[in-house]
């Protein structure tokens, strides 16, 4: 169960209490080969320098302590490396960690470190926190610096961070975007609005999600996205446009797994027809959303319809694409979006609660998820 693909000490303080992160081998850390997790990718040269992101944690005084594994080439929602070797889910071993930032959401829920940075194409973030017990974040597209992350060309992927606690996650936020207003993420968002989007997902998930929403009293009211399932089937579409380009040269090597040779094969059929409706979804569901956020404050909603399935189910091809049903969509109109662990009340597994926010209003996501978070401790 390999979560770090290295492990090292990098720190420019010697405080022996420095908070500890992790960095997903999506970004850049000089001297420091990334590979992405690829067997295509195990010769590439080390990193001349930092990520940005990396960079700015070190400059406020984090301490690196490795890199984590993930899905190859940043291609799957699984987690599932049998190059690398597959991160723990720490919330049943049996189960899948989630792609495909899985290592970083592993070493988080395992406690091994008290943050980890990952990246969000379409839930890669989001997606594993709920798989594993953890918060993820998403920022809003663009606003945290990609410099020194792969792929180099992009429109949906993000930088974000996993944390245990809310607290640290702000904390995590103030160091890697210079822009974030730390005040406005703690303060009292009480008597904000909540728009509880009417989606498709397992009952005891939604009851999961309509029970953290009543115990976090805020006044809700029901919205519909009638663009939603729309935006998810746009969203693969120029996912696989953009990671064909980025990587469809490997699939000459002969040594990706199967899943991702397979799923970029399929990928370079992707027609400029194909990206021509994506984009005219892309626009309109944004709009969408954009207009449901003049009318509340915050959105929330599953953020898997469905606990994790298993490793033996996703080994013998059970079909997972519909896990990022509900997390894709946000890709595509590049709001933030956070995912929290609530409790299912029928299972140890916590289900993940998805925030999203106007964009650029990562600040008010995080309020409310941190004050969803102090009222289910109450209740505890």
């Not at 990520?51 to 291609?75: C, P, S, Y």
């Not at 406690?111 to 594993?128: E, F, H, I, N, Q």
């Not at 890697?176 to 498709?200: H, K, N, T, W, Y």
């Not at 662990?341 to 993940?352: D, I, N, Q, R």
Request: aromatic content about 4%.
């Amino acid at each position: 169960m390999n979560v770090f693909l290295q492990t090292f000490n990098l720190s420019a303080t010697d405080r022996a209490d420095a908070p500890t992160i992790a960095i997903k081998d999506s970004i850049d850390i000089a001297g420091y080969a990334t590979t992405a997790a690829s067997r295509a990718l195990a010769d590439a040269p080390p990193a001349s320098g930092h990520a940005e992101v990396v960079q700015r944690l070190l400059d406020a005084g984090w301490r690196i302590t490795g890199k984590t594994n993930m899905h190859e080439l940043a291609f799957g929602m699984t987690g599932i490396n049998d190059y690398c070797g597959t991160p723990l889910n720490p919330q049943d071993a049996a189960r899948i960690p989630g792609g495909s930032s899985s290592g970083s959401a592993s070493a988080v829920g395992q406690k091994l470190v008290d943050a980890a940075l990952g990246t969000d194409t379409g839930g890669s973030v989001r997606g594993p926190a709920a798989c594993c017990g953890v918060i993820g974040l998403k920022p809003t597209f663009g606003r945290v610096s990609r410099h020194g992350v792969a792929p180099r060309a992009t429109t949906l992927d993000c930088v974000g961070p996993f944390t245990r606690e809310m607290d640290t996650l702000i904390r995590v936020m103030t160091a890697i975007d210079p822009s974030f207003r730390e005040d406005d993420a703690r303060r009292d968002v009480s008597q904000l609005r909540v728009g509880v989007l009417s989606v498709d997902a397992d009952e005891d998930i939604a009851t999961a999600i309509a029970s953290a929403i009543k115990q976090a009293g805020l006044a809700t009211q029901t919205i519909e996205l009638a663009l939603l399932k729309d935006a998810f089937t746009a969203g693969i579409a120029v996912i696989n446009a953009e990671t064909s380009r980025a990587f469809g040269r490997l699939v000459e090597s002969g040594k990706l797994g199967a899943d991702v040779e397979a799923r970029l094969r399929a990928a370079a059929a992707t027609s400029a027809a194909d990206l021509d409706a994506a984009e005219r979804v892309r626009r309109a569901f944004t709009d969408e959303v954009d207009r449901a956020l003049d009318q509340v404050d915050v959105l929330v909603l599953p953020t898997l319809p469905s606990l994790p399935i298993t490793l033996e189910a996703a080994r013998a091809g059970t079909p997972v694409i519909a896990m990022s049903s509900l997390t894709r969509p946000f890709n595509l109109s590049g709001h933030p979006a956070l995912s929290l662990p609530v409790p299912t009340g029928y299972s140890t597994l916590k289900a993940g609660l998805q925030v999203i926010g106007r964009k650029n209003d990562d600040e008010t996501v995080c309020a409310v998820a941190a004050h969803i978070e102090a009222r289910l401790a109450q209740s505890v």
